[in-house]
């Protein structure tokens, strides 16, 4: 038996003292913050007036499809130039777009909770970023990594005013958030128009308008440098089609519209690719069509309801391939499948004998998901992604592998929410 010195017992006591106190915080440990974030946009959601008519935009009119209160916008062929006659027809055109939209961007700045040496929880300067006015009552459409962790927010106007806003809903899946700030009676808010992001063409010219290195209302310009990238941002997540564009975008430029030469949103500005932390000419942004899908979800419930396979599956790798001399080197193993649900159901098998792997059990034995919906499915995260646009209660297509033949099934989708949390 060890004996310790009074020294060392206070020591060890502080010490677990300060670890329990941490995690009540949910300081330092992955997913608290993201789940209080979550939890806090969906308990101060502000529906809008017209509530449970909220629909998926159609095209041609995404505002009025999403129910949204947008201010008048004039397309800059359409404006009286007469003063910009000095001019370039390409600068008029920016000068146009700049003039009328750089007071819809927001500077979107935030607040955290920290510890000092007193082990008192204190308010810090968090992080900054943009974000674009898609509604004059106040909702703001912004990057969900802007906001994510933050305990206050503070949504600062081109005239200098800041409010304080909440957080209406959240989709990290896609880095998408919508904040709500309370205009002042009578103030007449400027908004940023939603356009499509289905026919950009590699090579267009695009504008961004953002706060880089809160440098407020910053406009760049560049082109569409290329479509469909997918972009992993993080072990379970991938954001599919995103558009690639030489408009410098830098740290704080994130939740800024990406622009056409209509002055209309095609994008969310997100991420850079950067070796130095700064813009080399490879930006990437969420496509304007993604957002419109789920914002009006986000105002409605504060989150995005998707639907997921009501099984447990397991990432084939190496030694488990080996083990089991799997068919194939890659795909979803059905370990258990829920007892009634639609898997089951669908015809799906699970596996039945058990192998210890670590502090798990999987169940060998069971199908091989090799597609869902047309995506193959090599990772948990090609699952989310196929799924990433699917409601519980759809159907989709579920390619399986069982005894080295092929097979397609039809499967009911549950809710992915409650999946995963049991």
């Not at 800059?76 to 939209?101: C, G, H, K």
């Not at 813009?279 to 969420?286: E, H, L, M, P, T």
């Not at 080996?322 to 669908?346: C, D, H, I, M, Q």
């Amino acid at each position: 038996m060890r004996l310790y010195s009074r020294g060392q017992l206070l020591f060890f006591c502080f010490l677990s003292g300060l670890i329990v106190f941490l995690f009540i915080l949910g300081i330092g440990f992955p997913g608290f913050g993201s789940k209080k974030a979550e939890k806090d946009g969906a308990e101060t959601a502000h529906a809008p007036e017209s509530g449970k008519n909220l629909t998926i935009p159609a095209e041609g009119e995404p505002a009025a499809a999403l129910n949204l209160k947008q201010s008048e916008y004039t397309l800059p062929m359409q404006l009286n130039t007469a003063d910009l006659v000095p001019y370039t027809e390409d600068e008029r055109e920016n000068i146009s777009i700049y003039e009328q939209l750089n007071s819809a961007v927001v500077n979107i700045t935030t607040e955290t909770i920290a510890i000092n040496w007193f082990l008192e929880p204190v308010p810090q300067e968090g992080g900054s970023g943009s974000g674009s006015i898609i509604d004059t009552r106040g909702y703001v459409l912004t990057n969900n990594h802007v906001i994510d962790n933050a305990t206050k927010v503070f949504i600062n106007l081109a005239d200098g005013s800041q409010y304080e806003g909440t957080v209406v809903g959240t989709d990290p899946e896609n880095d998408i958030a919508v904040l709500k700030f309370d205009p002042p009676r009578g103030a007449e808010l400027r908004t940023i128009p939603f356009g499509s992001s289905d026919s950009l063409k590699v090579g267009q010219k695009v504008l961004a308008i953002g706060n880089p290195f809160a440098l407020e209302r910053t406009l760049t310009v560049g082109i569409v440098s290329g479509l469909g990238r997918p972009i992993q941002t993080s072990r379970q997540h991938v954001i599919r089609d995103m558009i690639q564009t030489d408009a410098s975008i830098n740290p704080g430029n994130s939740g800024g519209p990406l622009l056409d030469t209509l002055g209309r949103m095609i994008g969310i500005n997100t991420m850079i690719y950067s070796p130095s932390g700064g813009s080399v000419g490879i930006g990437f942004a969420v496509p304007v069509n993604t957002a419109k899908r789920v914002v009006a979800e986000l105002i409605q419930y504060g989150k995005v309801r998707r639907g997921w396979i009501d099984a447990t599956v397991v990432q084939l790798f190496p030694s488990l391939v080996r083990y089991a001399k799997f068919p194939v080197s890659s795909g979803l193993l059905v370990s258990r499948t829920r007892r009634n649900g639609f898997a089951e159901k669908a015809g799906i098998r699970q596996g039945s004998e058990p192998v210890q792997y670590g502090r798990s059990v999987i169940y060998l034995g069971g199908d091989i998901i090799t597609s869902v919906d047309g995506m193959k499915t090599n990772t948990l995260a090609d699952l989310y992604s196929a799924l990433e646009d699917n409601k519980p209660g759809e159907k989709v297509r579920v390619e399986i592998l069982r005894g080295g033949r092929s097979s397609v099934l039809e499967l009911t989708l549950a809710d992915r929410e409650e999946m995963l949390s049991q």
